[in-house]
């Protein structure tokens, strides 16, 4: 009995076995004659190329053949390659569910049902009734390691995603290797950070060596779990998921006191990534990560400087998280670093954002503020930090008199303050002006007494 893809008399069919014959008659003439035929192997070559076009056709032609309804995708009602079941039960070919998942929907397309998760899980048994169906009706499908979804990503990579986290629960030395394969992955292969979103347990996997009650973590495991977290932060759907997975900012907040420099520099920058999202700015407060980023900033390592302050200045956009860093002692870990000429620019930025707080102001006046700023102003070609550092003067001006009089002898003999309204930017020229304007009326005053 004839198989249904392939039918005896089938047009295909006879073509095809007519060029066979002419193939074997000109390789078998090819390989009698002593010189070589070019004619022979130009034909041989157009016979080649007719094979591989009949062979298209029968494998496009054969996905017309009539197959069972529960093989057919509901949404791109084709025979699915890689069928996946979402959380209502129903079952899709993956990249077209993903498709769906990716505009937004949370529903299930059959059934409109709420989705409890957006975990795609795969459907061996509908799987391996299709290949035996194609099987059995000599079709061809696609491998499913050649299979892409929309985002680059094959089965093989799905296998092999699994597989690293299954060693993530293993030996030691499994899950150093694991690790720093994840780590690789998330870095080369942008597409591979989703993977982490599609399943709930995929991140509690990956931080399992860090959560287990273990004082002894290796460095080289704890820099490439801690590594990797950060890799997984850039990608913006996995900013809330990341840090909303309960131990992973407890585990970010330990990595800033602990482990090898990058790691705690690694650690600072995932918190950063992280900080996008204003909701994550408050749990990140509330772990008390900024006393350990301020510890960090003082310890002044340089590798770890920028991820810092790029941290606490994401993290100080928010009122509460201002306080818990003043109370924590940015002010005087900023100053210090300032006065040194260490990462000057983004450190002003951090001040100036700290200085409508009434106890940073404070602290500034006390830790001797007012004459660095003013030397930074005169000094420096940026505008930016002219600004900064003006925007400060002007928060102390107006919260600590006892300042005046270092103000009106710097103006007296550089003109500083006078200079800056004049070319300074806009904001910095309110500021100056401000000052000045206050410095004017206190003298007007005094002599009206």
């Known amino acids: 009995m004839a198989k249904t893809g392939v039918v005896e008399g089938d047009p295909l069919?006879?073509?095809?076995?007519?060029?066979?014959?002419e193939l074997q008659r000109l390789v078998k003439a090819i390989l009698s004659q002593e010189e070589i035929n070019v004619d022979a192997i130009d034909k041989t070559q157009q016979i080649l190329l007719a094979l591989k076009e009949l062979k298209l056709k029968r494998r496009s032609s054969s996905f017309d053949l009539p197959f069972p309804e529960e093989f057919r995708c509901p949404l791109s009602k084709q025979l699915m390659r890689?069928?996946?079941?979402?959380a209502s039960g129903q079952t899709y070919d993956r990249p077209f569910i993903q498709k769906w998942l990716k505009a937004g929907s949370r529903v299930c397309p059959q059934t409109q049902q709420v989705l409890s998760h957006t975990i795609l899980t795969p459907n061996h048994l509908i799987r391996d009734m299709i290949s035996q169906w194609c099987k059995n009706n000599g079709i061809q499908m696609p491998d499913s390691v050649q299979f892409l979804n929309d985002e680059g990503l094959t089965e093989a990579d799905r296998d092999l995603f699994l597989?690293?986290?299954?060693?993530?629960?293993?030996?030691?030395?499994d899950q150093k290797v694991a690790a720093r394969e994840l780590r690789l992955l998330t870095k080369k292969m942008p597409s591979f950070r989703s993977l982490f979103g599609e399943s709930a347990d995929a991140i509690p996997q990956l931080v399992r060596p860090l959560s287990q009650s273990n004082s002894n973590v290796n460095p080289n495991l704890q820099e490439d779990i801690i590594t990797t977290?950060?890799?997984?932060?850039?990608?913006?759907?996995?900013?809330k998921l990341v840090a909303e997975t309960p131990k992973v900012i407890p585990l970010l907040v330990d990595a800033l006191r602990s482990g090898t420099i990058e790691t705690r520099s690694n650690a600072a920058a995932a918190l950063?990534?992280?900080?996008?999202?204003?909701?994550n700015k408050e749990l990140i407060g509330k772990s008390g990560a900024l006393k350990p980023l301020v510890e960090l900033l003082d310890e002044g390592n340089p590798v770890a400087m920028k991820d810092v302050a790029s941290a606490l200045f994401s993290l100080c956009m928010i009122q509460d998280n201002k306080a818990r860093a003043v109370?924590?002692?940015?002010?005087?870990?900023?100053?210090?670093k300032i006065m040194?000429?260490?990462?000057?620019?983004?450190?002003?930025a951090i001040l100036a954002m700290l200085s409508n707080n009434q106890k940073a102001v404070e602290e500034m006046g006390d830790l001797g503020a007012v004459t660095c700023l003013l030397n930074i102003i005169r000094e420096t070609s940026c505008a930016r930090s002219k600004?900064?550092?003006?925007?400060?003067?002007?928060?102390?001006?107006?919260?600590?008199?006892?300042?005046?009089?270092t103000l009106r002898d710097e103006e007296k003999t550089y003109g500083t303050i006078s200079q800056l309204a004049q070319n300074g930017t806009a904001r910095a020229k309110r500021k100056a002006n401000g000052i000045l304007d206050r410095l004017n009326r206190a003298i007007n005053l005094t002599h009206t007494a």
Do not use: Q
């Not at 069919?13 to 014959?21: A, D, Q, S, Y």
């Not at 597989?163 to 030395?173: D, I």
């Not at 109370?327 to 210090?336: F, Q, Y």
């Open 82 to 86: 890689d069928p996946v079941m979402l």
């Open 163 to 173: 597989s690293l986290l299954e060693k993530m629960s293993s030996t030691l030395s």
């Open 327 to 336: 109370r924590d002692g940015a002010v005087r870990a900023i100053l210090k």
């Open 340 to 348: 040194s000429n260490v990462h000057v620019d983004e450190l002003l």
């Open 387 to 405: 600004e900064n550092c003006i925007a400060v003067l002007y928060t102390i001006c107006y919260s600590d008199r006892t300042k005046w009089k």
């Open 13 to 21: 069919t006879v073509k095809e076995m007519e060029l066979k014959r």
């Open 272 to 279: 950063f990534t992280l900080s996008a999202l204003d909701s």
């Open 229 to 239: 977290l950060l890799n997984l932060s850039i990608h913006d759907n996995n900013k």
